[in-house]
């Protein structure tokens, strides 16, 4: 089969590779249809994963058709629709009994970082009966994509740890995917003002058709003056880290409100500096999470409902020969103005 390879930080190619095949009682494989790439493919092909090693097939997000179904496997049949979800979790440990599943023992987040990914014709899914969900009969496949990873990532890791309220003020730092998909969300809650905080022009104005209250360049003058202007001189109660990098965690330090939250959601690869001396009376939390997915079955329902237009976060559409082309439409997205990428097998 082909599939997309990582070969160490800055090489990838398309690969022919040999199909998976079941290796547990609990195993399914699942012959990918739509799968995409996401900001933390980005940094394992910079060499931020260090759990990720040359000769992994890349990718955790996608839906496909069952192909096979190892015997303890009853929920699911050769044929069935499913979602994957970018976590997989046996249901069992301790960390998935409290909801965790992101550090299940034997799961978590393995596909494409440990195991092999869905960047790809098949991939193997353990613990298929608590990793997959089934999709209904004439849903929206290519946005159900989207419920693989960026929304509930946005949606658990932004806004519910961020402590969304209605009336309250949320500023998002980032205005990629997952920073559009923490605005997408945060209106379930009806906050006063949600303001989006981006460099890329192009990227604030889809933000603004999202939703967002408010708009602010970083690339220019002074955002932390902006965003005191824009509330009064009082801050963000909640302020949502989307990018990953030391800058933008610093920024959202600047602008929280005392008794505020910072969420984080982005993948850090390098050291971020705390300014307890700016912080230490400020009364605010500091979140960090990997997403659980525990979000999935809701997020299913508002998008099948319409309430949720996860499809407006598709820019852009290949097939798997071309997968190449579409790690580079992502990665130079200020030129291509793209956001989430499908890539069809």
Not at 310 to 318: D, M, P, V, Y
Request: charged letters at 20%; hydrophobic letters at 40%.
């Amino acid at each position: 089969m082909k599939a997309l390879v990582y070969h160490g930080p800055g090489r990838k190619s398309l690969d022919e590779r040999p199909m998976p095949k079941l290796m547990s009682a609990t195993d399914a494989i699942v012959r990918v249809t739509r799968t995409t790439i996401c900001g933390t493919d980005l940094h394992i092909l910079k060499g931020d994963v260090s759990t990720c090693e040359p000769g992994r097939i890349l990718g955790h997000e996608g839906v496909g058709v069952i192909e096979q179904v190892g015997a303890a496997v009853s929920t699911f049949k050769p044929g069935d629709h499913v979602l994957i979800s970018c976590i997989t979790s046996c249901g069992k440990c301790d960390y998935c009994r409290r909801g965790m599943y992101s550090h299940c023992t034997t799961g978590g987040w393995i596909l494409g970082n440990r195991i092999d990914g869905t960047q790809a014709e098949y991939v193997r899914i353990p613990h298929a009966e608590t990793s997959l969900y089934p999709i209904p009969a004439g849903a929206d496949e290519e946005a159900l994509v989207m419920l693989s990873d960026i929304l509930p990532t946005g949606f658990e890791c932004g806004v519910l740890n961020g402590k969304v309220q209605p009336g309250s003020t949320v500023a998002i730092v980032g205005s990629g995917p997952i920073g559009l998909a923490a605005l997408l969300t945060a209106q379930f809650y009806a906050p006063a003002q949600i303001i989006m905080i981006d460099r890329d022009a192009n990227r604030l104005e889809v933000a603004r058709t999202f939703g967002a209250t408010a708009c602010v360049n970083n690339s220019s003058g002074d955002p932390v003056a902006e965003i005191m202007n824009l509330t009064g001189n009082v801050g963000v109660d909640c302020a949502i880290e989307a990018v990953g990098v030391p800058a933008s965690f610093e920024l959202c330090e600047s602008i929280i409100a005392p008794g505020g939250t910072i969420a984080n959601v982005g993948v850090h690869g390098v050291k971020v500096d705390l300014h307890m001396e700016c912080l230490w009376d400020r009364n605010i939390s500091i979140t960090t999470r990997l997403v659980d997915t525990v979000s999935t079955p809701m997020l299913l329902k508002t998008v099948r409902s319409g309430r949720l237009e996860a499809g407006k976060l598709i820019t852009h559409r290949f097939g798997l020969n071309d997968v190449i082309k579409a790690y580079d439409t992502f990665a130079q997205a200020a030129d291509t103005h793209a956001l989430k990428v499908i890539i069809e097998a």
